[in-house]
């Protein structure tokens, strides 16, 4: 097993051990912390995944950016070519189950282009201090990040963050860590 591959299994251990409870209010501080930001105040439109545990909880975000009128964009994974595309989400929109039980935008869900996202919230599993990270092992985030020019932030919990870990010369580095 790679040591990528290693020190995803040990992160998310760690992670599946976070009590409902933690787990929630941690989400909660970061996203607060998340809607104090810049780049989260000058954005209209924000791509941001629907999590799932042990994912910091997006739930919070997309209430906010709801309530703020700002546009959500939520990713579509396209097989077999590990690409995604983003779609604007309205909450009670349909949802197609796909891989890994990931809920995605239906394909009838308005494009949105990479150059109409102002913030995109990266997942992960793994960031060092520089923003690199380990993914959950399907390298969309990767693929869409060589082309994407907007601002990139990622919300940890202090669990996932490791002072070095290998990356990779394709690895695109996400620009501002929020960590609790």
Partial sequence: MSEKANLRNLVMDQL?????????ARSYELAKQLFQTPEWQA?????????????????????EAK???KTIAIPETIYPSHTMQFRVYEKGDQLIEKKFGLME?????????????DLLIVPGVAYTEEGHRIGFGGGFYDRYLAAYEGKTVAL????????????????VPVQKLLVN
């Fill in 16 to 24: 599946e051990k976070l009590s409902k409870e933690d787990y929630d």
């Fill in 156 to 171: 940890l919990f202090h669990e996932q963050s490791r002072h070095f870990f290998p990356n990779e010369k394709h690895d």
């Fill in 105 to 117: 935008p239906a394909p009838t869900a308005q494009l949105v282009e990479a150059a109409q996202i």
């Fill in 43 to 63: 954005a209209s439109c924000v791509g941001v995944t629907l999590s799932r545990f042990p994912e910091v909880n997006t739930r919070f975000i997309l209430a």
């Fill in 67 to 69: 309530k703020t009128g």
